[in-house]
């Protein structure tokens, strides 16, 4: 496996267990992120405050289901499971391009989809 894709491994790997310091060594300082329809932020200062969402409680849980690598960006289709402070579980996908800079993430940009009735809708 490639440096790149092992970097998106231990990035996403930080998020499941909601570990700053490890998903921060992953990214370059002017990591840049949007979620396309959300935000976008620049820096790793406004990156580790969005890291946890007050929306919601708990570890998230996300899964790589594939990853595809051409030169510097690695795309990933990612599925997500999170538990808001309500109690009610949030299942999305998303697609995932992340633009690499000497094996770390200088670019972040999701298409995220929350998914209501099944795998796919």
């Known amino acids: 496996m490639s440096a790149n894709k092992q970097t998106v491994e231990r990035y996403i790997d930080g998020f499941n267990k909601t570990d700053h310091e490890q998903i ?3 990214l370059t300082d002017d990591i840049e992120w949007t979620v396309f329809g959300w935000f976008q932020l620049s820096g790793k200062e406004a990156y580790d405050k969005e890291i946890e969402n007050p929306g919601f409680t708990g570890r998230p849980r996300l899964t790589i289901h594939r ?3 051409e030169d510097d960006v690695v795309m990933a289709e990612v599925g997500i499971e999170a538990t808001t ?15 690499m800079r000497d094996a ?18």
């Open 85 to 99: 402070v309500d109690g009610e579980l949030v299942r999305m996908v998303a697609g995932e391009v992340f633009v």
């Open 24 to 26: 921060l060594s992953c």
């Open 67 to 69: 990853m595809v690598e």
């Open 104 to 121: 770390l993430i200088e670019e972040r940009r999701a298409y995220l989809i929350q998914l209501k009735e099944n795998d796919y809708k």
